[in-house]
T-cell receptor, first 115, second 111 residues
Framework: ETGVTQSPTHLIKTRGQQVTLRCSSQ?????VSWYQQALGQGPQFIFQ???????GRGNFPPRFSGLQFPNYSSELNVNALELDDSALYLC??????????????FGAGSRLTVL | GQQVMQIPQYQHVQEGEDFTTYCNSS?????IQWYKQRPGGHPVFLIQ?????EVKKQKRLTFQFGEAKKNSSLHITATQTTDVGTYFC???????????FGAGTTVTVRA
């Protein structure tokens, strides 16, 4: 079975730009959760998608948005980038509507630097 | 909202010694999970605890879930250099759907 893959692995943007991060979920998983991990911190929940619908959101502004596709892969879009958006963005796939009830399989992450 | 606190933030251990890291939630949990993140890596699942008072062992690692399902601990015996990394607990509150992660305990090992 394939694991979770994320792209790109690293990227550098400037303030005000927009970024799209991509995630391919593990085979058999229908839920994707996105987390932001700042340096030295634990992962912070951004939102999750279950069967192509956003069904949960953390304390992040609307400029953080996403999509899930019929094959359960997902995108995270961030508009109007700010310096504080610099972080490791982690995608995690799981099964079921209640992602926290099941094991999360994380990708290697996309490290975003905003200058 | 739910908060998950971990202590200590850093643990410096002599190789061969034991140590324990603790996790406390502000709310009662349905389950608690532990993940390990190696330097430069991503979180990797270690264990899930569901029952009150549950104890699970993985070789030198012992995980415990508190009776009130609001706290948990991870005890490592005879620490090895392969134990280096950050250990996160992540809890699922009773009426929630997502895991909330603690800030982690970062472990370094002196040979």
């Amino acid at each position: 079975e394939t694991g979770v893959t994320q792209s790109p692995t690293h990227l550098i943007k400037t303030r005000g730009q927009q970024v799209t991060l991509r995630c391919s979920s593990q085979s058999g998983h229908n839920t994707v959760s996105w987390y932001q991990q700042a340096l030295g911190q634990g992962p912070q929940f951004i939102f999750q998608y279950y069967r192509e619908e956003e069904n949960g959101r953390g304390n992040f502004p609307p400029r953080f948005s996403g999509l899930q596709f019929p094959n359960y892969s997902s995108e995270l879009n961030v508009n109007a980038l700010e310096l504080d958006d610099s972080a490791l963005y982690l995608c995690a796939s799981s099964s079921g509507r209640r992602s926290g009830a099941n094991v999360l399989t994380f990708g290697a992450g996309s490290r975003l630097t905003v200058l | 909202g739910q908060q998950v606190m971990q202590i200590p933030q850093y643990q410096h251990v002599q190789e061969g010694e034991d140590f324990t890291t603790y996790c406390n939630s502000s709310t009662t949990l349905s389950n608690i999970q532990w993940y390990k993140q190696r330097p430069g890596g991503h979180p990797v699942f270690l264990i899930q605890l569901v029952k009150s008072g549950e104890v699970k062992k993985q070789k030198r690692l012992t995980f415990q879930f508190g009776e009130a399902k609001k706290n948990s601990s991870l005890h490592i015996t005879a620490t090895q250099t392969t134990d280096v990394g950050t250990y996160f607990c992540a809890g699922l509150s009773l009426n929630d759907y997502k895991l909330s992660f603690g800030a982690g305990t970062t472990v370094t090992v002196r040979a």
